[in-house]
């Protein structure tokens, strides 16, 4: 049986990225609706937001869903203390080690899956007792790893490396894409930009039509002495690389960073100044669809990709 | 039929990748007679080195073969009045425009494949003229595009935007690589790093064996304001971080390259000094094979890649 299916209890191997300002109760509950995994991105939510996500996403579906907690979160102990109170069931884990809270969460009989950028967390997530392995390319939105390794190197390695359930994510927008993923070893994949300009996504209209009009090369991994993240271009964009050009160390590159960039140009609009979180598959991205739509034309397009390498040799 | 072999008669979809120091007569022979499709890379060839090439491979090989031609390189008069007076019939041009030459091949009855980097690229080359296409992602050795766009986005754009044979580049290692490229949409594939480390590869040992070894995250792109180009770390690439950290201008990378840097690396073994040129593949080649191990190794990945996706959504 397919791991990841089977792992989580669900019909499709499609995860639902967790994102900040994009995932809430309304996506992730959608998804799971869809026969996905939805998951709520934590990162962005104080502790009371997050236990009303939690409890809204409970009544909005029977299926199973999850939460995304980044590992780097100041509130982590509160969030943690939340989730398990309210009896989630399965949690992915991001930007830190998961040799801290994975045996906590073993405990209380929650699945736990960790995301990495490389072959080497990808061990050491192994070693530290986790379920399942997102394995993240260099093409994905948002924070990333700073090796550059693409999703079609990545999966490989990651595959010959550890025998756990494996999910891929970066550069995914389709069936084809998810039927790559499989190819190389991908046991299912993790979509996060396609969801993130989604109907039931709590980004604001702005952010979502800005996306469906950016081009192929409007997306660059940057920061990366702060935290490597992949935005899409803009002011806010242009005044980092002028940074770059004036020379900035990386008290400069904080100080411009500031607090609160992604909110607003996510959640706010604010398409100038905000930091504009985005995967290269941004490009891809035309409409704004439901969760559900884009799970049927994942589906799809999986089998019709199928169909067309079946003899593709001949 | 599928129309990558339909175009240059070959068996299987396996172009290999036409590269400077490494894919010779005794490379390209070596791949067609093993049924895909090999290039000389002539882009480190004086013109009657060149000359010479052509003539071996033809001697070696009853099979169709082609040549790789960089159109910034600066004898190429010489170098297309060669290949047409000794009737190569398929041409891969890259790093340049394919109009310039595209219409004058195709008067010689000589098929051309132009390399780009992304979807734009590929418009400009299906408006030139050319009769298929390698679209290139970031993970590929040697020159790149300055986007950064991976394989796993451009192939679907490439696909999506023009109808010519497709052939996918970077990050192709084995049978699943090749399966994935195709699950995009490729009609075939080209495979550079894995050849460039083989038996037949004309590279020096000494650097075939540093790749051998290489780990993950160990190649980089970089001088991108020259031209692009995926290096494997060493003390030269060390050199142009320094330089970069001590805010280095255009004629300062200039001057720390010079000349020869690559032929120095590749063909003559200085893995200090030299420029390394491979793919993010580097850390899966582990070994060093012939020409013809590398191709009954891919097509046996394929199947078994093809039938492990047969079932697994279930």
């Given at each position: 049986?397919?791991?990841?299916k089977e792992?989580?209890g669900?019909?499709?191997?499609?995860?639902?990225g967790?994102?900040?300002?994009c995932?809430?109760?309304?996506?992730?509950?959608a998804?799971?609706?869809?026969?996905?995994?939805?998951?709520i991105?934590?990162?962005?939510?104080?502790?009371d937001v997050f236990?009303?996500?939690?409890?809204r996403?409970?009544?909005?579906?029977?299926?199973p869903?999850?939460?995304?907690l980044?590992?780097?979160y100041?509130?982590i102990s509160?969030?943690?203390k939340?989730?398990?109170d309210e009896?989630?069931?399965i949690?992915?884990?991001?930007?830190?080690?998961?040799?801290?809270?994975t045996?906590?969460f073993?405990?209380?009989?929650?699945?736990v899956?960790?995301?990495?950028?490389?072959?080497?967390?990808?061990?050491k997530?192994?070693?530290?007792g986790?379920?399942?392995i997102?394995?993240?390319g260099?093409?994905?939105g948002?924070?990333?790893?700073?090796?550059?390794?693409?999703t079609?190197?990545?999966i490989?390695?990651?595959v010959?490396?550890?025998?756990?359930?494996?999910?891929?994510?970066?550069?995914?927008?389709?069936?084809?894409?998810?039927l790559?993923?499989?190819?190389?070893?991908?046991?299912?994949?993790?979509?996060?930009?396609?969801?993130a300009?989604?109907?039931e996504?709590?980004?604001?209209?702005?952010?979502?039509?800005y996306?469906?009009?950016?081009?192929e090369?409007d997306?660059?991994?940057?920061?990366?002495?702060?935290?490597?993240?992949?935005?899409?271009?803009n002011?806010?964009?242009?005044?980092?690389?002028?940074?770059?050009?004036?020379?900035?160390?990386i008290?400069?590159?904080?100080?411009?960073?500031g607090?609160g960039?992604?909110?607003?140009?996510?959640?706010?609009?604010?398409?100038?100044?905000?930091?504009?979180?985005?995967?290269?598959?941004?490009?891809m991205i035309n409409k704004?669809?439901?969760a559900?739509?884009i799970?049927?034309?994942?589906?799809?397009?999986?089998?019709?990709?199928?169909?067309s390498?079946?003899?593709i040799?001949?």
């Open positions: 049986m397919n791991r990841v792992l989580f669900i019909k499709y191997p499609i995860i639902q967790g994102m900040i300002w995932s809430g109760w309304r996506l992730a509950s998804v799971s609706n869809a026969g996905g995994l939805g998951l991105g934590s990162g962005s939510m104080y502790p236990r009303e996500h939690i409890i996403c409970k009544k909005a579906t029977k299926k869903f999850g939460v995304n980044p590992l780097i100041p509130d509160d969030h943690i939340i989730l398990i009896g989630v069931k949690v992915f884990t991001s930007a830190g080690s998961p040799n801290k809270y045996s906590l073993k405990r209380h009989g929650i699945k899956t960790h995301v990495v950028s490389s072959e080497s967390f990808a061990r997530s192994l070693e530290a986790v379920d399942a997102v394995a993240e260099f093409e994905a948002g924070h990333n790893g700073i090796e550059e390794i693409t079609m190197c990545l490989p390695k990651v010959d490396s550890i025998d756990l359930p494996i999910i891929s994510a970066g550069g995914i927008f389709d069936g084809r894409g998810m790559a993923a499989m190819s190389l070893g991908a046991d299912g994949v993790q979509v996060g930009s396609r969801f300009i989604s109907k996504s709590s980004a604001h209209e702005k952010f979502k039509n996306v469906v009009n950016s081009k090369g997306t660059k991994l940057t920061l990366k002495e702060l935290t490597a993240v992949r935005l899409l271009k002011d806010f964009y242009q005044k980092i690389q002028d940074a770059y050009n004036a020379k900035a160390n008290n400069d590159l904080k100080e411009l960073l607090k960039r992604a909110k607003k140009g996510m959640f706010e609009g604010d398409l100038k100044e905000g930091e504009l979180e985005i995967g290269q598959v941004s490009s704004i669809e439901s559900s739509e799970i049927i034309d994942m589906m799809d397009g999986f089998y019709k990709a199928k169909e390498t079946s003899n040799l001949i």
